[in-house]
């Protein structure tokens, strides 16, 4: 390669990360599509091989995807503000506990000067913005009532998301390759090989992440639902939802699961059952689900995890957020291909 064709790829690269950190509220819905149409992709291959068109397989696809999504917010949602709602309305009761027997014993065990604080308005506040909505669904309604163009862009939002999945579900192959197409012809085995390394690591990644992700969020939920506290699935699918990160998702349900069985059973021996379903979880995350569902190919470290997830936050906001880890395996696999050619190289042979 040329000084000049490095500088052009140089220049594209960097004028692609200052179009994607400008666009970045446009490109939410497309990349969500993106990790659908991932998602979907290899069953619709596989109901190809069955003589289905790929217009009759992707609807097939699409259609089951949707039905359970459907399903999924049909059950999991009311069920969801039954809890926030019980939470909402033994909010005094656990606001009175905090303040007769934490605070004094926090107190009295470190002489500390903190003081009760008084949360009363502050639950009236929250209480009556949540009666006045009328649920999860009103509250995000009123929420964005007060501007027509937020109403306009969520909806946008929303409609694109399954169109652009179909499509890309339905011109998947096309697309890589026409990109395949537009490739040098004496870079074409080094870029395949690259691409297939990568596939193999998102697929890892975005496909088996999801299923642990859901996996945990059931386990978490069931076993708190079995330690008998009123909170289990909002506490549980919170602690599922981040566990794409490593250790967070055992670490947040721990702590907010303690904390919500102090204040429903003020007895410390109900944290035992609590730290005994979070041990189960964590245990199933590293011995069966991650090496069954994920497999060994990512390769991250999971400092380096922690740092991807909050500088894409930092730089791209929930895009980045999102796209952080699979940007993160794809430049692993990039540098992964260097460090060979580096070891193979004159200046890392030379004495």
């Known amino acids: 390669m040329t000084d000049s064709q490095k500088w052009l790829l140089f220049a594209f690269i960097s004028g692609s990360a200052c179009m994607a950190y400008l666009l970045a509220p446009v490109l939410l819905p497309f990349a969500f599509a993106a990790m659908l149409a991932y998602l979907g992709?290899?069953?619709?291959?596989?109901?190809?091989?069955?003589?289905?068109?790929?217009?009759?397989?992707?609807?097939?696809?699409?259609?089951?995807?949707?039905?359970?999504?459907?399903?999924?917010?049909?059950?999991?949602?009311?069920?969801?503000?039954?809890?926030?709602?019980?939470?909402?309305?033994?909010l005094p009761a656990y606001i009175t506990w905090i303040n007769e027997t934490v605070i004094p014993w926090t107190q009295k065990r470190f002489h500390s000067g903190i003081r009760p604080v008084n949360f009363s308005q502050i639950i009236n506040l929250v209480k009556s913005h949540w009666e006045q909505a009328g649920g999860i669904a009103a509250a995000l309604v009123s929420s964005v009532s007060q501007s027509g163009g937020v109403i306009a862009e969520w909806l946008m939002?929303?409609?694109?998301?399954?169109?652009?999945?179909?499509?890309?579900?339905?011109?998947?192959?096309?697309?890589?390759?026409?990109?395949?197409?537009?490739?040098?012809?004496?870079?074409?085995?080094?870029?395949?090989?690259?691409?297939?390394?990568?596939?193999?690591?998102?697929?890892?990644?975005?496909?088996?992440?999801?299923?642990?992700?859901?996996?945990?969020?059931?386990?978490?939920?069931?076993?708190?639902?079995?330690?008998?506290?009123?909170?289990?699935?909002?506490?549980?699918?919170?602690?599922?939802?981040?566990?794409?990160?490593?250790?967070?998702?055992?670490?947040?349900?721990?702590?907010?699961?303690?904390?919500?069985?102090?204040?429903?059973?003020?007895?410390?021996?109900?944290?035992?059952?609590?730290?005994?379903?979070?041990?189960?979880?964590?245990?199933?995350?590293?011995?069966?689900?991650?090496?069954?569902?994920?497999?060994?190919?990512?390769?991250?470290?999971?400092?380096?995890?922690?740092?991807?997830v909050l500088a894409g936050g930092q730089l791209f906001g929930f895009l980045g957020i999102l796209l952080a880890l699979p940007v993160a395996s794809i430049i692993m696999v990039l540098l992964r291909h260097a460090h060979e050619l580096y070891k193979f190289s004159d200046f890392y042979g030379r004495q």
Not at 64 to 89: A, D, K, N, R, W
Not at 191 to 218: H, N, P
Not at 233 to 239: C, E, F, P, Q, V
Request: aromatic content about 8%; proline content about 4%.
């Open 157 to 308: 939002n929303l409609l694109l998301i399954p169109v652009v999945t179909f499509y890309l579900l339905r011109d998947w192959d096309d697309l890589i390759e026409k990109i395949r197409d537009l490739l040098p012809r004496r870079i074409v085995p080094t870029t395949t090989k690259l691409a297939s390394e990568v596939d193999i690591v998102l697929a890892a990644f975005v496909r088996g992440q999801f299923y642990v992700m859901l996996a945990l969020g059931c386990i978490y939920s069931i076993g708190l639902w079995m330690t008998g506290l009123d909170l289990a699935l909002l506490i549980g699918m919170l602690a599922g939802l981040v566990s794409f990160v490593p250790y967070l998702g055992s670490i947040v349900g721990i702590v907010v699961a303690c904390v919500a069985a102090l204040v429903q059973f003020h007895e410390l021996i109900q944290l035992v059952p609590v730290a005994i379903v979070f041990v189960i979880g964590q245990s199933l995350e590293g011995m069966v689900l991650t090496p069954m569902l994920v497999g060994d190919k990512i390769g991250l470290h999971p400092v380096a995890v922690m740092f991807a």
């Open 41 to 90: 992709d290899p069953l619709t291959d596989k109901l190809e091989t069955y003589r289905l068109s790929r217009t009759n397989a992707v609807l097939v696809v699409f259609s089951v995807m949707t039905m359970i999504l459907v399903l999924v917010l049909l059950l999991l949602v009311p069920l969801l503000e039954s809890q926030v709602e019980h939470f909402l309305s033994n």
